[in-house]
């Protein structure tokens, strides 16, 4: 296919770089990495890191605060826009199976530049998650460390408040074993998950069937609570939406769906990074699409069950923030279950942990190959075939930023970062569709154009619904990124040494 029928082709930041490309650098010797996972084993690792800190932390807080029973409503408007992006991705993930899920996408379709930007976006959103989540997986060890009389000193369990430094040993400790893990191998790390997630699957099920025995109807009236004006939020706390258009949101009422929706969403966080495995799948055509689809489906079906039997079990106004799910079965007088969902909860969170470093290591190792990030770090394992270098350093880097994290704040950050991504995806699709028709697809995204516009638009309005400091924040970390780029990545950028040598600027996506 010649260059003509690209209707815009690309030089300089723009460049791409062509799938063909992109899986002839999976073959260098010193660069590849092992083949090892079946569709099963990514299944599972979505399962694994979508069920986590969502479930079992944000149900509370969200019902309520922002929907009541109805927070089942917005966990299906939060599961219907990520399978819209998963639908992309899985087209994505079998056209091109290589590391780096988004980041390599954009490569193929938009550009380099694009490209850093959306990788440099998952770095952050992939460390500030697995950062968040180490916190969550803290506080639930630690409260069952204190129903056996141990207790940590407040300094060292991240919540001092009169010396105001307070460092969660606990959480930096995790992510330290965990990037251990990654080092010694795929393998390994996907039977740790496997077994981890089995753990984690029984204990939601618990939760579903012991807590529907539990369950009183008068609970669920009202199901949609009347709308309330949102109070306490001024300046740039408030919804971006509301400065821009003057739109109220409000708590509960059918437009309060929409609110929880957008705090939810970090429920869903995840599946994406099934993409980032692709390189280490053995049928990626094949299995990539399962994996992806099959495990956002196991559990938007798991998250719905369990938000309907919470809220029936305890009335909203009266539910937990801190553990809802253990604490509605307090409330009945079942102490006992109460205990299992806690022990679940720090047993399935190290998963999600395990899987959300996982996804990070695989884009920083991919962005370092092509040369956006220094070469040095895309060196694998001579033994265990893992990018050892980029794990060691971020594994670290991590464990640091776990021990001082506030969840709140960050959190929010790590969902503008996912949608963001969600939308690039989503585009990318649309233009590869255009400027390489010829590719083999084995998985083809449904009702193209119309579904990735569909999309991006529920992405955009999810991330529309977030804080306006939120997106100042996020702005702030992409002009980072892009002047990053331009000190070191352009420069350095293999695709674009390969055109110089050649004396012809690279450009728009070519033939095989």
């Given at each position: 296919m010649s260059t003509e029928t690209d209707p815009a082709p690309r030089t300089g930041a723009f460049r791409t770089k062509t799938v063909e490309q992109s899986i002839r650098d999976t073959e260098e010797p010193e660069h590849a990495l092992r083949k090892s996972l079946s569709a099963l084993d990514l299944t599972v690792f979505g399962v694994g890191v979508i069920i986590g800190t969502g479930i079992f932390v944000l149900t509370g807080a969200v019902a309520k605060e922002n929907a009541g029973p109805a927070t089942s409503l917005a966990f299906v408007v939060a599961g219907v826009v990520c399978a819209l992006a998963a639908l992309c991705y899985a087209e994505f993930a079998s056209t091109v199976p290589v590391a780096g899920s988004a980041y390599t996408f954009a490569y193929a379709s938009l550009g380099e530049l694009p490209a850093w930007i959306i990788g440099w976006d998952l770095v952050l959103e992939f460390a500030l998650g697995t950062a968040v989540v180490a916190v969550g997986w803290s506080g639930y060890l630690r409260s069952l460390m204190e129903n056996i009389g141990w207790q940590l000193p407040d300094a060292l369990s991240g919540t001092n408040d009169i010396t105001g430094f307070g460092f969660d040993l606990l959480a930096f400790l995790l992510v330290l074993a965990l990037t251990a893990v990654l080092v010694a191998g795929m393998k390994l790390s996907a039977r740790v998950t496997s077994l981890i997630v089995a753990i984690k699957v029984v204990v939601v099920l618990i939760v579903i069937v012991a807590g529907s025995f539990f369950i009183k109807v008068s609970n669920w009236d009202p199901f949609i609570p009347p709308a309330e004006?949102?109070?306490?939020e001024s300046g740039l706390q408030e919804p971006l939406v509301q400065l821009l258009f003057g739109y109220a949101p409000t708590n509960f009422g059918v437009l309060g769906i929409f609110t929880a929706a957008s705090v939810v969403f970090f429920a869903f966080i995840g599946f994406d990074v099934v993409a980032t495995a692709a390189e280490e799948t053995r049928l990626p055509q094949r299995d990539m699409p399962r994996g992806i689809?099959?495990?956002?489906?196991?559990?938007?079906?798991?998250?719905?069950?369990?938000?309907?039997?919470?809220?029936?079990?305890?009335?909203?106004?009266?539910?937990?923030?801190?553990?809802?799910?253990?604490?509605?079965?307090k409330s009945t007088g079942h102490p006992w279950y109460a205990g299992v969902i806690s022990f679940g909860a720090v047993i399935g969170l190290m998963s999600v942990c395990l899987i959300l470093l996982l996804g990070q290591t695989r884009v920083f190792f991919a962005m370092s190959r092509d040369g956006l990030l220094p070469r040095f770090f895309s060196v694998t394992h001579p033994t265990f075939r893992t990018p050892y270098r980029a794990t060691i350093l971020l594994g670290t880097v991590i464990a640091i930023v776990a021990g001082f994290t506030n969840i709140q704040e960050l959190a929010v950050l790590v969902n503008?970062?996912?949608?963001?991504?969600?939308?690039?995806?989503?585009?990318?699709?649309?233009?590869?569709?255009?400027?390489?028709?010829?590719?083999?697809?084995?998985?083809?995204?449904?009702?193209?154009p119309w579904l990735p516009i569909v999309s991006v638009a529920a992405s955009v309005w999810l991330m529309l619904n977030l804080p306006a400091e939120t997106w100042l924040r996020f702005g702030?970390?992409?002009?980072?990124?892009?002047?990053v780029y331009y000190v070191y990545g352009r420069r350095h950028s293999r695709l674009g040494k390969s055109a110089e040598h050649e004396g012809t600027p690279a450009q728009g996506p070519q033939g095989p």
């Open positions: 004006p949102q109070t306490g689809i099959g495990s956002l489906f196991i559990c938007t079906v798991l998250y719905v069950a369990v938000s309907i039997v919470v809220t029936g079990m305890q009335h909203y106004t009266d539910l937990s923030i801190d553990a809802p799910l253990a604490d509605a079965f503008i970062g996912t949608l963001f991504a969600f939308v690039v995806v989503a585009l990318g699709v649309l233009i590869l569709r255009r400027t390489r028709p010829d590719l083999p697809r084995a998985f083809r995204t449904p009702l193209v702030a970390w992409m002009a980072l990124g892009v002047i």
